[in-house]
């Protein structure tokens, strides 16, 4: 089979652009936004396309960074491992890669991100092994579990959130069982 390779491309006007790889063999993408840009992967590291140029989005102390939602304003969330090799969410804003840290445990992951920069995803507990759902405001890591006013409800993770704060998240009640449900956050 030889060396094989495989590069994201865009399909625009009738004319196929390849979005590069930043040196690596391979790139794929997650996401696109309104104005253009596109989020993916270039080698195993989260990488932005726009106006021309793949922009390397970084890592947290080591080699891989994988994206997951990216918003207009350009910034995006996902997950990267760190020097310690735990799996942190993070936004990457301003040129930047932020850790978001996490809600106590080893791990957490960014799954999606809204206009105004909310982050929501999944964060292990230090005193759990499963997975709560957080919303990243603020400059804040929030268990959405401690945000809730209905008792008897485990939120597991948060998948989606718009533009006015509602929240996609996978939760379980000792009545109910386990269901999607929609999340909305108030001040």
Known sequence: ???????????????MRDLATLGASFSDVTAINNLGQILGTAGGRAALFGQGVMT??????????????????????????????????????????????TLGGSYSQGNDINAAGDVVGISLTGASSFGHGFLYTGGTMHDLNQL???????????????????????????????MSVLLSVTS
Do not use: K
């Open 56 to 101: 390397d989005l970084g890592t947290l102390g080591s080699s891989v960074s994988i994206p997951a939602a990216l918003n207009d304003a350009g910034q995006a969330t996902g997950y990267s491992y760190t020097a310690d090799s735990f799996m942190h969410a993070f936004l990457y804003s301003g040129g930047q890669m932020i850790d978001l840290g």
């Open 148 to 178: 809730l006013d209905t008792p008897g409800w485990t939120i597991g993770e948060a998948l989606r959130i718009n533009d006015n704060g509602t929240i996609l998240a996978y939760g379980c009640s000792d009545q109910q069982g386990c």
């Open 1 to 15: 089979a030889g060396n094989q390779s495989t590069a994201a491309f865009l399909y625009s006007q009738g004319q």
